[in-house]
């Protein structure tokens, strides 16, 4: 039975109901190449992945929303009015669809009526792959789906963003929501965070798999480091501003940095803006590397990635660094490097499929015997983005 009929079972019985709610998926997202260049007004290369998150919904007759999440059955049944979705701490993983909801309203959507909402994810938890954008996209589509309204694909992954920045107050940028709107299988996306221009690259993985290692530490200081790393470029912006006519850091090309990065006083204000500019370079290597089907090239610039992110901007730990560097140690590996905000989460590795057995082998019991305790490997498939898995008249998957 496939996994979506268990959910319908699942939703009937916590819901006591016999009606068929439709169902929706929004995946999770790794990011490739690209990291910390978000928010510098630079390129990513974000996929959407096979992994990520359900949700089951039916429209009620009166005004109550009610979520329900497998991950956290002892929460139970989380309830709030449509006319009170205000952010509640209580309400806690709740808040994510909340704000949904909130934001599709306040943006003139109809939502006449409440509904009954069972979410699943099968993202691991904390791990970096951006489960809450994906809870917020496939409330969107649920929203979408459920009361007969079109919303623009671009508008919904900006609503996305705007729960997270103002409804739950996380200052990220819009590549997480972006992936995971407009996922293509077998395909990664060169996205420009300041224009939102964006590219499809084809991943023709041939005889490779995308491994995602999952450190298993759970990212505390990743929230209070991003802020301090924001701040840090935005001031090395300020400088570089004195001369120059600028935006942001992804404009500067790595000659225009290197003649001007003597404006930029404090040292590691200058390793920061270091790595958003390489990072930047290396983004657009990438997505030309990819288009020419050199995945050993694009192994390299993953690797070189990594050893920014680790020297100059420095949010990589001892977790994720010894997984990137045992990494590259194996036989059969393209290339590695952390994926995410950093300080635990994940990293990712292109590894040969017949090489994935020995090389997760290994390298568990690298980090093992470095860090004290496995880390969690995943073979990632590249699918596609949000959308709906039931047919329109919502009947039960057979």
């Known amino acids: 039975m496939k996994t979506e009929s268990k959910l319908i079972k699942e939703f009937q019985s916590i819901f006591h109901t016999t009606q068929s709610p439709r169902v929706f998926f929004a995946p999770g997202r790794i990011n490739l190449i ?7 007004g630079g390129h990513v290369f974000p996929a ?29 049944i989380i309830e709030c009015d449509l006319q009170d979705l205000d952010y509640k701490e209580e ?33 691991p938890n904390g791990a970096g792959l951006s489960s809450s954008a994906s809870i917020e996209l496939v409330t969107g589509a649920l929203v979408e789906g459920l009361y007969n309204q079109t919303i623009d694909s671009l ?7 705007k729960v997270e920045n103002d409804y739950i107050g996380v200052n990220s940028g819009i590549m997480d929501q972006f992936a995971i709107g407009m996922g293509k299988k077998d395909h990664a996306i060169l996205l420009n965070c300041d224009t939102l221009d964006y ?20 990212r505390s200081l990743a929230g209070s480091k991003y802020n301090e ?20 850091l992804g404009e500067l090309s790595k000659g225009e940095f290197e003649r001007k990065k003597h404006l930029i006083t404090n040292k590691v204000n200058q390793k920061r803006a270091k790595h958003a500019v390489y990072e930047n370079a290396r983004t657009l290597e990438a997505f030309d590397k990819l288009q020419q089907g050199d995945l050993d090239a694009f192994g390299k610039l993953m690797n070189c990635s990594h050893i920014s992110l680790r020297d100059d901007y420095e949010v990589t730990g001892k977790e994720l660094d010894t997984i990137a560097e045992a990494a590259w140690d194996q036989e059969g590996v393209l290339g590695a490097r952390m994926t995410g905000a950093g300080f635990g989460g994940c990293a990712i590795a292109i ?20 860090v004290g305790y496995e880390a ?22 057979q």
């Open 155 to 161: 508008e919904m992954i900006k609503l996305g963003q």
């Open 91 to 123: 309400n806690d993983w709740a808040n994510y669809p909340k704000g949904m909801f909130l934001l599709l309203k306040q943006a003139g959507y109809t939502i006449s009526n409440g509904a009954d909402i069972l979410f699943h994810g099968n993202i």
């Open 34 to 40: 690209g990291e910390h260049t978000d928010y510098n």
């Open 199 to 218: 590219h499809y690259a084809p991943i023709n993985l041939a005889d490779h798999v995308i491994m995602i290692i999952n450190t298993n530490k759970k």
């Open 376 to 397: 969690t490997f995943y073979t990632a498939a590249i699918g596609d983005g949000t959308k709906e898995i039931t047919e329109a008249t919502g009947g039960l998957l």
């Open 229 to 248: 790393r924001r701040r840090e470029c935005e001031a090395a912006l300020t400088d570089l501003q004195k001369e120059l006519n600028i935006h942001s």
């Open 48 to 76: 959407s992945i096979s992994y990520g998150t359900y949700a089951l919904g039916a429209t009620r007759n009166d005004q109550k929303l009610r979520f329900y999440s497998l991950n956290f059955p002892e929460k139970g």
């Open 351 to 370: 590894v040969e499929r017949d090489k994935a057995e020995a090389f997760e082998k290994n390298v568990n019991a690298i980090y093992r015997e470095e």
